[in-house]
């Protein structure tokens, strides 16, 4: 069976989601964990090392500016899930607006960032990379207060790693995981509508909820 677009969307609703054994693998499998990695919407934990990272480290954030490059920024590394079949698929959602990134510069250069698929109130998220400092967990902290300001209700990280977990991340079992899903995906909530917040917005609302 071929990969589409369409049917990674389906796949996505069904509580799946494909990968590949390498970049050069051709082939895509689809992964259905036992345990699911969820990051709380609202618990994202901001240590003070992450807060005057975000207050003075002089980060731009920006929204679905640069899709291929958070993409490829993700692939970039000894070992990747991300073939070109998958590569190419998203490229494909992101242009039917069902994939989103969020990236973050300094000094003009993309040094972090992170990207995912959308539907309803659910948003997947695929894989985030660092070229600096903390500018992946800049960035999830960004991408949790844009989820929560737009109205999702369910963050999905696929996997818990000890990197999600120290940001406030658990993992569930697979039937509440699809509980969830089913009722996220009942929700409606547009990536793109809510503005970018300032570094102090941004700690203020995250310490509110947190």
Known sequence: MSL?????????????FPMAEHRDDPEVFWVDPKRRGVLPLDAFHISRSLAKRIRNGGFDVTVNR???AVVDGCADRAETWINDEIRARYQELHQMGNAHSLEIWKDGELVGGT???????????????????????VALAYLTDRL?????????????????ASLGGVEITRAR?????REALQVEADFTHPPIPSPQLLLQRMTQTS
């Open 4 to 16: 589409t677009a369409d049917l990674l969307l389906h796949a996505y609703s069904a509580g799946v």
């Open 177 to 181: 995981y699809r509980a969830q899903l």
């Open 148 to 164: 929560r300001q737009a109205g999702y209700v369910l963050c999905d990280t696929q996997f818990l790693t000890p990197h999600l």
């Open 66 to 68: 640069a899709f291929a």
């Open 115 to 137: 990207y995912g698929v959308s539907l309803g109130g659910a948003f997947f998220g695929e894989s985030m990379f660092s070229r600096c400092r903390d500018a992946s967990k």
